[in-house]
């Protein structure tokens, strides 16, 4: 009886399991700009309309600046915006950190205690549909001209996204694994770090990418009531001089921050979550 030898090196198939291969850099280039064509085909036709109404004067130029007007601000004055930017930026990324942490330890504490979710869910909710412009001339009351009511009102908008989708992610993890970890004789604090927490993760960065942008929101109506920095005062400044081509460059580097924090998050979700994004990789909701 004759029997065949394997060898060491020979990779090993199981019957019904598809092998999966890692793609080549040429068909990752492929699928990448099968991804981006659309988009960027959608922000020409834009430019394109934006173009055509300015230079046609179907608008006047003071209301609606051509996108060579726009451009030319950017390109004449990058330190003026960048220094600008650079600050909104700053009172974003910390905004967002404290409404991510704060965000996530809220929603721990109410999934473990339905006391505490019936009595600080309905307080948030309030809080959430308050308008924020309405009460940011309070916190500069409060806190002053300085980094502080930016980075607060940040943080509200930032928080709301981050503490529902955490709460959302901790109550779906499925019953039956809560109830062999239980069997098993796990403490609840192994539950939540090896189970409760990781099955939460998926939502979790959903919440994120929402949240990083609205915080960039956050921090430009922060500027809006009392700054003297910041592209919520470039704006106003270019509004108040009716420089809108200025205008409408501080609103392009604001969108661009949005869009880079929100590929920022959503590549950390790739790296620390590839079992997931592979799921949905033919989603319309990944830029990546």
Not at 208 to 218: P, S
Not at 252 to 258: D, R
């Amino acid at each position: 009886m004759s029997q065949r030898v394997l060898s060491p090196t020979a990779p090993r198939k199981t019957a019904g399991v598809a092998e999966r291969t890692r793609p080549s850099p040429r068909r990752r280039a492929v699928d990448a700009a099968e991804k981006a064509w659309r988009p960027l085909a959608l922000l020409v036709v834009c430019f394109g309309a934006w173009w055509v109404i300015a230079a046609a004067g179907w608008v006047e130029s003071y209301l609606l600046p051509t996108p060579g007007a726009t451009l030319d601000v950017i390109v004449d004055k990058p330190g003026y915006l960048w220094d600008h930017g650079w600050v909104t930026t700053y009172e974003t990324l910390l905004g967002f950190v404290i409404a991510v942490g704060v965000g996530i330890l809220s929603a721990v504490v109410m999934v473990y205690s339905s006391t505490v979710e019936k009595t600080l869910y309905p307080i948030l909710l309030f809080a959430q549909v308050v308008p924020k412009i309405a009460i940011a001339p309070l916190f500069v009351v409060w806190l002053g001209f300085g980094i502080g009511p930016k980075v607060l009102i940040a943080v509200l908008i930032a928080f709301f996204p981050v503490v529902i989708s955490m709460v959302t992610g901790l109550k779906a993890v499925d019953p039956e694994m809560l109830q062999l970890s239980a069997t098993m004789g796990a403490k609840p604090w192994q539950t939540f770090l090896k189970i409760r927490f990781p099955a939460s993760l998926p939502h979790l960065f959903s919440g994120l990418k929402v949240a990083v942008t609205l915080a960039v929101t956050g921090a430009v109506v922060g500027e809006f009531v009392g700054a003297n920095e910041g592209l919520g005062y470039v704006i106003l400044q270019a509004n108040g001089n009716l420089d809108t081509p200025m205008l409408f460059a501080g609103l392009l580097v604001m969108s661009l921050i949005g869009v880079v924090l929100f590929v920022l998050v959503e590549i950390a979700e790739k790296l620390l979550l590839p079992w997931h994004a592979s799921r949905r990789d033919t989603g319309a909701t990944t830029t990546l």
